[in-house]
């Protein structure tokens, strides 16, 4: 290739008030690409309303390569053949970040408790662990959390408060199962939720056929409801028959 075709002009937004993120992830993605960048900086509300009128364009970033525009961040990517993300897309990435981020913090707890990564105290606080972030994603938008979880647990439908009480059960539970104290309020919890649970998300998935979203990640997840989310009710109920029989 030329010099001249490895040489891009972009546009974005750079304010006291606001660094457009868009636009820093264009210029980084044009520098891997290598692509010497001419940057220039729309430092005013004036001067962005400017720019997209001569351009006739809605938003910025704006990249041009030879003068040709090629479009904002997304459009960028889809020129050098790079995935686009799409919101409403299906995901498993939350529940993968959770899990692996819940095994290496019990095996964490492992090591320093007891010098040795493979105990059974790190599957307990895996599972434990798992429960309070889980509870954390929850809480952090009851609302939103509520609305999801309304549309498939069968309890919930019947008593809406369960919907916002749900969180702080799991919560409780996981939290006392990584002390490992009261044991008589912690196990009858994490059974009873988890196998409302279960019972749940079997029934709208495998008996109903039905196409949905689950809540265990919170309600703005596009991670669908299946056997995942069956695995979180799965892991309490398990986690609550272990430290019954223990």
Not at 8 to 23: N, Q
Not at 72 to 92: A, C, I
Request: aromatic share 12%.
């Amino acid at each position: 290739m030329t010099a001249q075709s490895r040489e891009a002009t972009l546009y974005r937004m750079v304010m006291d008030e606001h660094i457009c993120p868009f636009g820093l992830k264009a210029r980084d993605l044009l520098k891997s690409e290598g692509y010497a960048v001419d940057d220039h900086w729309l430092t005013t509300r004036t001067e962005t309303d400017d720019f997209q009128t001569k351009h006739d364009v809605e938003t910025t970033p704006q990249t041009f390569i030879n003068g040709e525009r090629i479009g904002g961040y997304e459009e960028l990517r889809e020129h050098f053949g790079k995935p686009v993300h799409d919101g409403n897309s299906v995901t498993y990435q939350p529940v993968i970040a959770v899990f692996g981020m819940a095994a290496l913090m019990a095996l964490g707890l492992s090591w320093a408790a007891f010098g040795d990564f493979l105990t059974v105290r790190a599957v307990e606080w895996f599972i434990a662990t798992s429960m309070c972030i889980l509870a954390i994603l929850k809480l952090r938008d009851l609302e939103s959390f509520s609305n999801m979880f309304l549309g498939y647990d069968l309890l919930a439908q019947r008593w809406v408060r369960y919907a916002y009480l749900y969180p702080f059960g799991e919560a409780l539970a996981g939290v006392l199962m990584i002390f490992g104290a009261l044991m008589w309020l912690a196990v009858p919890v994490a059974l009873f939720i988890g196998t409302i649970g279960a019972v749940s998300v079997f029934k709208a998935v495998y008996i109903d056929k039905r196409n949905l979203k689950c809540a265990c990640v919170g309600g703005d997840s596009n991670v669908p409801l299946g056997f995942i989310s069956l695995t979180e009710n799965i892991m309490m109920v398990a986690m609550a028959i272990w430290m019954m029989v223990k």
